[in-house]
């Protein structure tokens, strides 16, 4: 089945960027998906990129994809207080997500 | 974006007794709906998926007689939780997506379900 893997807490200064990596190993997933998930709230969709490109920037949100490797990175840049979360990576095709176990980001003021 | 809404928010209920949590979608129909369960500190994991007007399809080993899922509309689906007990208590999360084929999956903010 499919498996995501990411690394699990990551503190940054504010003002800085910060990159949260995540792993899969589903390689007919056709879309990664970032969600941030505040203290006790659902899941915010934050941004996802298809399986054919390699980058999609949003703003502050940049998302890198390197499909050969199955890796997946999320840089925020000038990081604030308000991104302060915890961050799923998810991949998957026409209805089934796979997440990892997220990545919890803590933003220094 | 379109607002998936979930009620309730959290709720105490009596080891035995069953709770339902309501998922709907308020400006989008969904054609399917998922039901995650997250315990602390840890990811998602699938329940089930379930289809407006069909049976829900669970993941193994989640049992489909004490958690169950109705979708009777395009924009409702509610996931009852039967004899609670207190290993239930969890976070529940529901997400929809809508008919036009779009990809994206829009969370409801999550009920969270203590069983004493």
């Known amino acids: 089945g499919e498996d995501v893997e990411q690394s699990l ?13 995540c792993t899969y190993t589903d390689s007919s997933s056709t879309y990664l998906y970032w969600y941030k998930q505040e203290p006790g709230a659902g899941l915010q969709l934050l941004t996802y990129i298809f399986s054919n490109m390699d980058m999609k920037q949003d703003q502050r949100l940049t998302v890198l994809l390197n499909k050969k490797d199955k890796h997946l990175s999320l840089r925020i840049a000038d990081t604030q207080t308000g991104d302060s979360a915890i961050y799923f990576c998810a991949s998957g095709g026409d209805n089934r997500l796979a997440f990892g176990k997220g990545n919890q980001v803590v933003v220094i003021p | 974006g379109a607002v998936v809404s979930q009620h309730p928010s959290w709720v105490i209920c009596k080891s035995g007794t069953s709770v339902k949590i309501e998922c709907r979608s308020l400006d989008f129909q969904a054609t399917t709906m998922f039901w995650y369960r997250q315990f602390p500190k840890q990811s998602l994991m699938l329940m089930a998926t379930s289809n407006e007007g069909s049976k829900a399809t669970y993941e193994q080993g989640v049992e489909k007689d004490k958690f169950l899922i109705n979708h009777a509309s395009l924009t409702l ?40």
């Open chain 2, 77 to 116: 689906s509610t996931l009852t939780v039967t004899s609670a007990h207190p290993e239930d208590s969890s976070f529940y999360i529901c997400s929809a997506r809508g008919m036009e084929g779009k990809t994206e999956a829009f969370f409801g903010q999550g009920t969270r379900l203590t069983v004493v």
């Open chain 1, 9 to 21: 807490f990551l503190s940054v200064r504010e003002g800085d960027s910060s990159v949260i990596n």
